[in-house]
């Protein structure tokens, strides 16, 4: 396993197991969901859109809550941008391993949903919410699912794995990820300007092509590929940060960078692009 992807599992099942250590053990250095959870039973932690989902839909969420979700706004909107995706979201251990077993197979696919689709279903679920008086990505939320799946074994959220393994294997490959979650868009627009970005060195740089072929995200590195790029860093805060094409480089020529960097807008147009 490549030095980054490993990391990335650690960092997720890690999470995981504290969950579930917290729920069957009594330890409590993180207890609760992606959702709501609190680190040492003392620092509140919030999903951002599930608040603003409850915001959408009438009502005033607790203190704690807008704590827990100034403090994940603070972390990825300045720092981390749309790392979430990557190295905490559970889903993404399903649809990563469908796609290299796709890749590993090629198997070949025709279907495409523009990528802008995730931020119009975003915009749709906080409307639903709004009309419905209640946060409606929570109820479906695969990221949810697959929490009290792995740690909880509650319900039948199995079957909903299985569907995005096979939607992303067969019929799209990075589909839902890269094209279909409110929650990938939300946290895209939220890290815009943040710090962390992936930096090409253009001098080791040979084009091979390779980081394009593994990037969930590929119209991202699209800037830095060309031959007659001034650009030398990912400004699209669709980048999830996952060090796929850092991994793959032959070259060394990518490598994750803090300094800051103008980050290209990202808008329903830019997205609709590349679908």
């Not at 815009?192 to 593994?214: F, I």
């Not at 990037?215 to 796929?244: F, G, H, I, Y």
Request: charged residues 15%; glycine residues 6%; hydrophobic residues 45%.
């Amino acid at each position: 396993m490549s030095r980054w992807r490993f990391a990335r599992r650690t960092m997720q099942l890690s999470m995981l197991g504290l969950f579930a250590a917290s729920s069957y053990a009594g330890v409590r250095i993180l207890s609760g969901t992606l959702s709501s959870s609190q680190l040492f039973d003392t620092i509140p932690l919030a999903d951002p859109l599930a608040v603003l989902q409850i915001f959408a839909a009438g009502v005033v969420p607790a203190t704690t809550a807008l704590v827990g979700a100034a403090i994940v706004v603070a972390v990825y909107g300045v720092l981390f941008g749309r790392a979430f995706c990557s190295w905490v979201c559970p889903v993404n251990i399903v649809t990563e391993t469908a796609n290299r077993i796709g890749r590993r197979l090629a198997v070949r696919t025709e279907v495409s949903v523009p990528r802008s689709t995730r931020y119009w279903l975003l915009i749709l679920t906080l409307l639903i919410s709004a009309i419905s008086g209640v946060a409606a990505f929570e109820w479906v939320s695969p990221v949810g699912i697959a929490v009290r799946t792995f740690v909880y074994s509650v319900g039948a959220g199995w079957l909903v794995l299985v569907a995005i393994f096979l939607y992303d294997l067969l019929i799209h490959p990075n589909g839902f990820c890269g094209h279909i979650c409110p929650l990938g868009a939300f946290y895209s627009l939220l890290g815009r300007r943040a710090l962390l970005h992936v930096r090409l060195d253009p001098e080791k740089c040979n084009h091979c092509m390779k980081c394009s072929s593994v990037c969930p995200e590929r119209p991202v590195l699209t800037p830095l590929l060309k031959t007659d790029s001034q650009q030398t860093a990912v400004r699209d805060s669709a980048c999830t940060q996952c060090a796929q094409c850092v991994d793959i480089c032959d070259q060394r020529a990518l490598a994750f960078s803090m300094q800051p960097v103008r980050w290209k807008r990202t808008t329903l147009e830019d997205q609709h692009v590349t679908h």
